[in-house]
């Protein structure tokens, strides 16, 4: 009876994308895929770090299952604790950094032959599998056919990122930045396109940055433009200290790309944006945002926020506020200042007390509520 696996994906696009690679690479080792936990044998929770909240309700839910599936802990949170995961939780069976899942189905195999009394290998630290080094992943990974949406592809062009944002764990989680073939982006997405796929979302940490020779993004947007049988594209997620006027150009005149643009601003101080690590000031992103108004006539533009930044004053907030206020975000994902042990950030102890952060919160939240609306019911 062939073993059904079920996998929990938690976070970014780049992890929905990462649980397909795992799917595929399980499906072709012989195990059945689950859309639910029952009935399932074995349950990998593909984890992000970027919140504290996120890691807590994996550790809740890990903790549900008391020993009666086989669970293995994967991604972000299995880079970040390691072996401490198994200390963590004794149900966990397995741990697989990011950049390992091309191993997870030889890591499952040698747990189910451990866990097996006739099996081979009935020691009790082979239940106790962890892999997290490898810095490259293998190119085959990526085409395993397995996609989740019957039209849409998630297709990643880099992976990790080494601009370490003072607040940000992807750089020690991912690794650094890593550009893939364009070629080999090329060849997936026509792949895709076999597969019955029409739109397609290139994904990295930072997709401005992307390089291989003399391809850089708006090359490789224009080569992906130009595949028969595409109809959509999409990207994400963009930095500002890398967005470029050609590539504002592509989004212009490429007819399959989507007219929008998500651009994170973080804040609106220039001493927090310093402290952030972030490598503009407001003024170079408000002029960066002009020129993205100018070249893409009635483009959509979103961004993230993040409030209560460690030392930020009243005065940095509004000043936040006031950015807000001028740029008119189609829409702003906000998010409070979330504390992540090992990053720069997290050294520096003068956090907002609880009752301030929430407050700023909803401030910032009903003010971009209230812009939003207008520009919608325009
Ligand atoms: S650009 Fe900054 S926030 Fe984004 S993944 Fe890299 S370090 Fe994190």
């Known amino acids: 009876m062939r073993k059904k696996v079920f996998v929990r994906t938690y976070g970014c696009q780049m992890n929905v994308r990462d649980s397909e690679v795992i799917c595929g690479l399980l499906q072709k080792a012989g195990y059945r895929i689950s859309a639910t936990d029952q009935g399932a044998d074995i349950i990998i929770f593909n984890t992000c770090s970027v919140r504290k909240h996120a890691e807590d309700r994996v550790w809740s839910l890990v903790g549900s299952y008391k020993g009666s599936k086989i669970i293995g802990l994967v991604g972000c949170m299995a880079q970040n604790y390691k072996e401490q995961a198994f200390a963590r939780d004794a149900n966990i069976s397995f741990v697989v950094g990011p950049q390992d899942i091309d191993k997870i189905p030889v890591i499952i195999e040698k747990v189910l032959r451990g866990q097996s009394p006739s099996g081979d290998n009935p020691l009790l630290f082979e239940r106790k599998l962890w892999e997290t080094d490898s810095s490259i992943r293998p190119e085959e990974i990526y085409h395993m056919g397995f996609y989740q949406d019957k039209e849409h592809a998630y297709v990643v062009i880099s992976e990790g990122c080494s601009n370490f944002c003072s607040y940000c764990v992807v750089p020690y989680v991912r690794g650094p930045l890593r550009h893939r073939k364009h070629k080999d982006i090329l060849t997936e997405i026509w792949e895709a396109i076999t597969h019955g796929i029409t739109k397609v979302t290139l994904l990295g940490q930072n997709v401005n940055a992307y390089q291989d020779n003399q391809v850089d993004f708006a090359k490789l947007l224009c080569q992906v433009n130009a595949l028969s049988g595409l109809k959509e594209v999409d990207f994400f997620t963009s930095n500002p200290k890398d967005a470029s006027i050609d590539f ?86 906000i998010f409070k200042y979330s504390s992540r042990p090992g990053t720069e950030a997290a050294k520096i102890v003068d956090e907002l007390k609880p009752n301030e952060l929430e407050k700023r919160h909803k401030k910032i939240l009903d003010l971009q509520r209230g812009i939003s609306k207008e520009l919608r019911s325009r």
């Not at 005149?253 to 220039?270: F, V």
């Not at 503009?280 to 070249?295: E, F, G, M, N, V």
């Not at 483009?299 to 000043?319: N, Q």
Request: proline share 2%.
């Open 248 to 333: 504002f150009k592509a989004i212009r005149d490429l007819g399959k790309l989507a007219k929008r643009l998500h651009l994170p601003l973080q804040s609106g101080s220039d001493r927090i944006l310093k402290l952030m690590n972030r490598g503009y000031a407001a003024k170079d992103y408000l002029a960066l945002i002009d020129s993205y108004r100018k070249i893409v006539k009635g483009g959509r533009l979103t961004t993230d926020i993040i409030v209560g930044f460690p030392t930020e004053t009243d005065e940095e907030f509004k000043e936040t506020c006031a950015l807000v206020k001028k740029a008119r975000f189609n829409a702003a994902y």
